[in-house]
């Protein structure tokens, strides 16, 4: 006969395997993994969704900060060429141009904030790049009224931006 210490109530003896095949102890152990994952899971899953809602309102600020710098540049380039402070409109003005050309050709270093839409209709905006700067260099009066009519342009094509889902 067995000693009292090597069976279970049940007639068992320690570590004996059921049907199965599987020890009851390789059992558990599984059964206790099984539930702590789907505990993990719980606690994981509604997380990351709401970190990857989090990154996209991140990112549509960011576009929309992008824009919204882009337009008080150029602001800032008529007001001082307004005031007949040509060179730093002149710098403003090359800033919101090299700006501009980053998004429109989509090789912006932070992500492009620009639509396919907004980026066709400021397009013809940087042709004037080149007629603007010469004209701030110059110190010419007439440089105002051209950083005003691209200052409208800018803020016609960028206003009419779509909803955040339908983003194009």
């Known amino acids: 006969m067995s000693e009292a210490g090597d069976n279970l109530p049940d007639g068992r003896g320690v570590g004996s395997e059921r049907a199965g095949g599987l020890p009851d102890v390789v059992r558990r152990v599984g059964i206790y993994l099984g539930a702590g994952l789907v505990i993990f899971l719980l606690g994981f899953v509604p997380m990351w969704l709401r ?86 260099a110059r110190s010419d009066p007439a440089a105002s009224a051209r950083l005003l009519d691209i200052f409208v342009a800018f803020r016609k094509a960028v206003s009419s931006v779509p909803p955040e889902g339908k983003r194009e």
Request: proline share 2%; glycine share 4%; hydrophobic share 40%.
């Open 51 to 136: 970190s990857r809602d989090n990154a996209n309102q991140r990112d549509a600020a960011r576009r929309e900060l992008r824009v919204s710098q882009m337009q008080n540049t150029l602001a800032s380039a008529a007001v001082d060429a307004q005031r007949g402070e040509y060179e730093p409109a002149r710098q403003a003005a090359s800033d919101f141009f090299t700006a501009l050309r980053e998004q429109v050709d989509g090789v912006a270093a932070e992500g492009v904030a620009l639509t396919q839409t907004q980026r066709e209709a400021l397009r013809p905006l940087h042709a004037q790049r080149d007629e603007v700067i010469t004209l701030l």
